[in-house]
């Protein structure tokens, strides 16, 4: 059942076109906001390093450069469905390929107005910083919109329909969900009961409750079609909406094409590999970004080298052996965190491993030293890896490469993952770390490989860094 929660609060919410326009407006204002400083900061910048006496005239040169800029940031924000319902808002990939957009409209109509300017940099600098400003913005409007919403024990129930052990699996990932709360399912197969959660016991009876619900999960790949579609078509009248929980084929299937001249309509699954202008642009992003972190991270790595060479005996770097593209392996560069030798302590702690699959795990590692503790925490053992990307051994983004006693534990179809390079930061980084299933894991590094490009690579270093903050998952 919905949460009791404050009369006031609740009531508001209730009304939908009351709830719209504040959202419409708040985002609106927001990403207005963002840009503008955005431009501010740009030219800030810039005049600081060249001439520092004209600061004070880079507000009303902001404020000369903002009204198009501004105009062109709403229309395509609003093509794009960014100021939709929460449910129904595109992430942050979405936001960052729109900001590109509106860099190139005002870049295009600045051209062709014959814009005198003495450089691009206003260009790119405020693209930088929008990036910056807009998306943190945004952040911040969804998490204190969703602290409103939960407070007033704004919920979608959801009914999950399939078989029992994938109404089960859904059920509990959704369980520490803020926004989806599970309410009852239909299954097709037996089920022990699910605690909290409504039996409807068929797609007849579940049809005169949908007064009740505000979505339904279809949680197998394989649902019978006649059915789907009528559970589909009744649910769109009755304003529920529909999702479904992906199956790997089905992630599979976004990177496919069509074999003509076949007695019988066949798709080939292209391989999940970058080529071509592919791996062009994500070489060319890994090296400039990697260059750049180097710079930005040089003194924090430094702090770390001294802290561990001061507290214990050992090496600072940990050169730990991992398989990369192809199996082949490479010495992934960390900071060390253990104590000297722990590699050989290993197999006696075997039995205290706490991840289910081929991971390695123990929330309390007894060789874990005290500062290496701090850096795992925070993950900054892992910053010296930007070396491995500048040497070509690792991109920024992508799966995470493990540790050989990890690799040599996966099954076949998980070795997939092994196509690209490994990755710095990925979709399991920002989709809860260490407290993942592992299959879901692999799961995850099929869907960024299916649907990666600049832009999302570029969400979700920047969704990395709130992760690490969180601390959730990294043990």
């Known amino acids: 059942m919905r949460a009791g929660k404050p009369l006031v609060l609740r009531s508001v919410l209730r009304f939908d076109t009351v709830r719209a326009l504040a959202r419409i407006t ?63 808002r595109p992430g942050f990939t979405r936001v960052i390929a729109s900001l590109f957009q509106v860099m190139l409209v005002v870049l295009i109509y600045a051209e062709i107005e014959g814009e005198p300017f003495q450089s691009y940099y206003i260009f790119y600098g405020s693209l930088f910083f929008a990036l910056l400003y807009v998306s943190s913005l945004r952040w911040l409007f969804e998490r204190l919109s969703g602290i409103v919403l939960r407070a007033a024990g704004y919920r979608r129930r959801a009914v999950l329909v399939g078989s029992g052990s994938n109404i089960q699996a859904v059920s509990h990932a959704l369980r520490d969900s803020s926004e989806i709360e599970p309410y009852g399912f239909v299954t097709r197969t037996p089920v022990a ?26 949680t197998d790949a394989d649902f019978p079609q006649d059915q789907a579609v009528e559970l589909v078509d009744q649910c769109h009248q009755h304003g529920v909406r529909v999702r479904v929980a992906p199956s790997t084929m089905e992630i599979l299937m976004d990177r496919v094409e069509f074999v003509p001249g076949q007695a019988l309509p066949l798709f080939e699954l292209k391989p999940p590999v970058f080529d071509g202008v592919d791996f062009a642009v994500k070489r060319t992003f890994d090296l400039v970004g990697a260059t750049l972190l180097i710079v930005a991270l040089a003194p924090l790595m ?55 699959g081929a991971i390695f795990k123990i929330r309390d590692d007894p060789r874990v030293t005290g500062v290496g503790r701090f850096l795992r925490r925070w993950s ?96």
Request: glycine share 8%.
């Open 26 to 88: 708040l985002l609106v204002a927001l990403d207005l906001a963002g840009l503008f400083l955005a431009i501010y900061t740009a030219l800030v910048l810039k005049t600081a390093i060249v001439a520092p006496e004209q600061l004070i005239q880079m507000w009303d040169q902001a404020k000369e450069y903002f009204p198009l800029g501004g105009l062109v940031m709403l229309l395509l924000f609003a093509r794009s469905g960014l100021y939709r319902d929460r449910a129904q």
């Open 193 to 218: 009961l699910l605690d909290g959660l409504r039996d409807f016991r068929s797609l007849e009876q579940l049809e005169r409750h949908f007064d009740a619900i505000d979505e339904v999960l279809i």
């Open 302 to 356: 430094t702090l770390a080298a001294l802290a561990i060479k001061l507290s214990s005996r050992g090496p600072v770097l940990y050169r730990s052996m991992r398989p990369g593209i192809g199996g082949h392996p490479f010495a992934c560069f960390k900071f060390r965190t253990m104590v000297q030798g722990a590699e050989h302590l290993q197999d006696r702690l075997e039995e205290h491993n706490e991840v289910g």
């Open 380 to 475: 900054l053992d892992e910053l010296p890896q930007v070396f491995n990307v500048v040497l070509g051994q690792m991109s920024l983004v992508g799966p995470r490469p493990l540790p050989q006693r990890d690799y040599e534990r996966l099954e076949d179809w998980h070795r997939k993952r092994y196509l690209v390079l490994p990755g710095m930061t990925g979709l399991w980084q920002v989709s809860g770390r260490s407290e993942l299933d592992f299959d879901e894991l692999v799961r995850l590094d099929f869907l960024y490989l299916e649907r990666w490009s600049v832009f999302l690579d570029l969400t979700i270093m920047l969704k990395t860094i709130p992760a690490v903050f969180r601390t959730r998952g990294a043990w």
